[in-house]
């Protein structure tokens, strides 16, 4: 049975930063790309970062410079450092993966910037 827990949200202040962790069950996951998405009040789920299984990263343009995503094989977890958090990264993350054709996602962490 495929689980992706996401961990790590929370409130913080403008400026500040937080670490959100994806761990992953049953994938291999050293051999899979994994995803962070997120969804704000109101509007549509989106691209964060994505990692692949070689550790290629891709950023949406209003992260790039802010988040790092990161993958730790040995731990079957996938990382999200987000820095310089802004009002506007409020919303809802998401971890993603692929296995066997189907897409999994998990249940989702609160990031809360105040301003």
């Known amino acids: 049975q495929v689980q992706l827990v996401e961990s790590g949200g929370g409130l913080v202040q403008a400026g500040g930063s937080l670490r959100l962790s994806c761990a992953a069950s049953?994938?291999?996951?050293?051999?899979?790309?994994m995803g962070w998405y997120r969804q704000a009040p109101g509007k549509q789920r989106e691209l964060v970062a994505t990692i692949t299984s070689s550790g290629r990263t891709n950023y949406a343009d209003s992260v790039k410079g802010r988040f790092t995503i990161s993958r730790d094989n040995a731990k079957n977890t996938v990382y999200l450092q987000m820095n310089s958090l802004k009002p506007e990264d409020v919303a809802v993350y998401y971890c993603r993966t692929t296995w066997e054709y189907r897409d999994y996602w998990g249940l989702g962490t609160q990031v809360t910037v105040s301003s």
């Open positions: 049953g994938i291999m996951f050293r051999g899979v790309a």
